[in-house]
């Protein structure tokens, strides 16, 4: 497939009642999980399952674009996954590099403005740098703002919100009797895009794993079997499908 062409939809999203265009969610947030299943099934290295992986989010970045997604958040790699083997900690970073210097470009050209959220700065030096350089290249792209959360985790994004109001109260320059959910939000590092209206999960594994844990308070949730190096546009539309079939209410009563 060329850079930037998108393949057709193979499927029709529902449409609003007012039948004015499908339903289709502003931001989607994926924890894309399965490599290591995917690549033990078939008796390959997990290192095999990562760099399949790495193709199914081209097509779910494809995918976004096509039906109208404005921000993609990807689970790329959690505060936890220091807990692995060096080897495999070595393959996901080597992949990270490989995918920054050989898709960039395919990713810039269909408009896409690559963020970085987490603690990049627990990566090597020439890592950093080159996140540095994507999010530069892509900055003022506005088809779609895909965010990779890298060393991330919800609770500590969290703690750091909480850090930044008391030093700000410790300064004087806050009441801590203004502080609500409004200027907690402002604090985390997602502040300048909007809650994921859906989150969706693969694997067939059904949780968060400290994932965008305050963000996701009113997020619809869609946990698929497949598992994520086989996570294509059919899903990608299945999901899609799923949450425009439900109503969201955000704690209200039904109408």
Not at 11 to 18: E, G, R
Not at 144 to 168: E, F, K
Request: proline fraction near 5%; charge should be neutral.
């Amino acid at each position: 497939m060329a850079a930037g062409s998108l393949p057709h939809p193979v499927a029709a999203l529902p449409s609003t009642p007012d039948g004015e265009g499908p339903v289709v969610p502003v931001h989607v947030a994926m924890i894309m999980d399965g490599n290591g299943r995917w690549a033990h099934a078939r008796k390959l290295p997990v290192a095999a399952g990562h760099r399949q992986g790495a193709e199914a989010v081209q097509d779910c970045v494809r995918s976004a674009i096509r039906q109208g997604v404005r921000y993609l958040t990807l689970y790329a790699f959690s505060s936890e996954n220091w807990r692995r083997s060096a080897q495999e900690v070595g393959d996901l970073t080597s992949l990270l590099r490989f995918y920054l210097r050989h898709k960039l470009n395919e990713l810039h050209e269909q408009g896409v403005r690559l963020r970085i959220i987490g603690e990049p700065e627990r990566f090597e030096g020439a890592l950093r740098e080159e996140l540095q350089r994507a999010e530069a290249k892509t900055l003022n792209n506005e088809t779609l703002t895909l965010t990779l959360a890298l060393s991330y985790g919800g609770r500590a994004d969290i703690a750091q919100a909480a850090r930044t109001l008391a030093l700000r109260v410790s300064r004087g320059e806050l009441d801590p009797a203004s502080i609500d959910e409004t200027l907690l939000a402002a604090a985390l590092q997602t502040a300048d895009m909007p809650d994921p209206d859906l989150v969706i999960r693969t694997s067939g594994e059904c949780r968060l794993s400290n994932f965008l844990l305050w963000q996701s308070a009113y997020a619809e949730l869609v946990f698929m079997d497949v598992l994520w190096p086989d996570f294509g546009e059919a899903e990608f539309l299945e999901a899609l499908s799923r949450y425009a079939g439900r109503k969201r209410r955000f704690g209200g009563r039904p109408s």
